[in-house]
């Protein structure tokens, strides 16, 4: 039996409430600092330690990967949805502690708003935290996720076009592809979508050509200057996407077996200047870990990206083609990416009863959008 949505979530473009909160380590745990709407900051501790941290990412993971495990014919199963929405509420009052913080968050969360977190090491599934009933009253339009448009800001050195507009002026924007071609579900929907949009005049797709692996330093000097053409405004990544320790042995498998390290990235200094938009639909390319700062999405940022969008989660292959396929379509309307990611997430829970659109997260502003596109 699938759970219902309580009350039926109807997508709105104007979000009234704009909320920024950052965390900061102080004295071995966290503090956090809270402002809607330019109004007063307000301060308050976070009662847990960066260990505690790790445990809270590990048991959200755990648990939205159990719904990801027990999707069925007919939608999520309940018990699975509902444990989904314990564990988010765990975290939720773990980390907005009962007295002020909760009842200062609990009258921002009464209205649809933009939140945006910031912090040097405090990363956590913001998506997944979950403020409504629990068991079988458990409601999906809780989950921050399906409410709120959710971004991050990394705090880090300042950036040359840092300041840039977050509008992509084109009528077709140039898309880069980076596949990997031994994913079933990237070459049978995930590519096949793309192309039926550039057949459509609605994107122009420039895939990279095969790289080989017995000539790794000339492919990563070709890679490299691929990722750095002017002439991409998104680069698309469908691939495998492995962890590792060390993590900065972490690496996406990005074409006929070759890989790219976090290490790889680094090492190379690969610059991304001219200001794209990444979406790297590859399992876990967000936070792999709280006690790392590394991770691809902060990696691509730092390194010149417009913004990243990334997984928290191991996101199943079939999922993320369709994902990417209803995230096109918003975004080639014209729609922010925040808003796009929203009525993505919206559209397969409303259709299909499934919540994995929780798994992608938003490592820019929600106001990076595609002008002039073909409506």
């Given at each position: 039996m699938v759970l219902e949505l309580t009350s039926r979530l109807a997508f709105i473009d104007s979000f009234p409430i704009q909320v920024q909160i950052r965390v900061f380590l102080h004295d071995n745990s966290y503090m956090a600092d809270i402002n809607a709407d330019w109004s007063n900051w307000h301060r308050f501790r976070i009662g847990i330690k960066p260990h505690d941290l790790e445990e809270l990412n590990s048991e959200l993971q755990q648990a939205i990967e159990e719904v990801s495990c027990s999707f069925e014919k007919d939608g999520i199963r309940s018990d699975a949805l509902a444990k989904l929405a314990q564990t988010g509420s765990f975290a939720f009052k773990r980390i907005f502690s009962e007295s002020a913080p909760r009842e200062i968050v609990n009258k921002v969360l009464k209205m649809r708003a933009t939140i945006q977190f910031s912090s040097e090491d405090f990363f956590i599934p913001w998506e997944l935290l979950y403020d409504g009933p629990l068991g079988a009253q458990t409601d999906v339009s809780h989950f921050w996720g399906m409410r709120h448009v959710v971004s991050r800001a990394l705090i880090q050195d300042a950036r040359p076009g840092d300041l840039d507009s977050p509008i992509i002026q084109s009528a077709c924007p140039h898309v880069g592809l980076i596949a990997c071609n031994d994913l079933e579900y990237v070459i049978g929907e995930e590519i096949p979508a793309l192309q039926e949009l550039h057949r459509q005049n609605r994107i122009l797709l420039f895939p990279?050509?095969?790289?080989?692996?017995?000539?790794?330093?000339?492919?990563?000097?070709?890679?490299?200057?691929?990722?750095?053409?002017?002439?991409?405004?998104?680069?698309?990544?469908?691939?495998?996407?492995?962890?590792?320790?060390?993590?900065?042995?972490?690496?996406?498998?990005?074409?006929?077996?070759?890989?790219?390290?976090?290490?790889?990235?680094?090492?190379?200094?690969?610059?991304?200047?001219?200001?794209?938009?990444?979406?790297?639909?590859?399992?876990?390319?967000?936070?792999?870990?709280?006690?790392?700062?590394?991770?691809?999405?902060?990696?691509?940022?730092?390194?010149?990206?417009?913004?990243?969008?990334?997984?928290?989660?191991?996101?199943?292959?079939?999922?993320?083609?369709?994902?990417?396929?209803?995230?096109?379509?918003?975004?080639?309307?014209?729609?922010?990416?925040?808003?796009?990611?929203?009525?993505?997430?919206?559209?397969?829970?409303?259709?299909?009863?499934?919540?994995?659109?929780?798994?992608?997260?938003?490592?820019?502003?929600?106001?990076?959008?595609?002008?002039?596109?073909?409506?």
């Open positions: 990279l050509r095969p790289l080989n692996a017995n000539k790794r330093d000339e492919e990563l000097e070709y890679l490299g200057s691929f990722l750095n053409d002017e002439a991409l405004q998104i680069i698309h990544f469908a691939c495998h996407a492995l962890q590792t320790k060390p993590i900065s042995k972490s690496y996406l498998l990005v074409s006929d077996e070759f890989s790219i390290s976090i290490e790889d990235f680094i090492v190379r200094e690969f610059e991304i200047k001219h200001k794209p938009l990444v979406i790297l639909n590859a399992c876990i390319t967000g936070t792999m870990s709280p006690l790392y700062t590394s991770n691809w999405a902060a990696l691509f940022w730092e390194h010149g990206a417009r913004g990243v969008l990334a997984t928290e989660f191991h996101v199943p292959d079939w999922f993320a083609a369709a994902f990417t396929k209803e995230l096109y379509d918003h975004l080639l309307l014209g729609k922010p990416i925040g808003e796009a990611l929203l009525a993505t997430r919206h559209y397969f829970w409303e259709k299909e009863h499934n919540p994995l659109g929780l798994a992608y997260a938003l490592y820019s502003s929600p106001a990076i959008r595609i002008a002039n596109s073909i409506k």
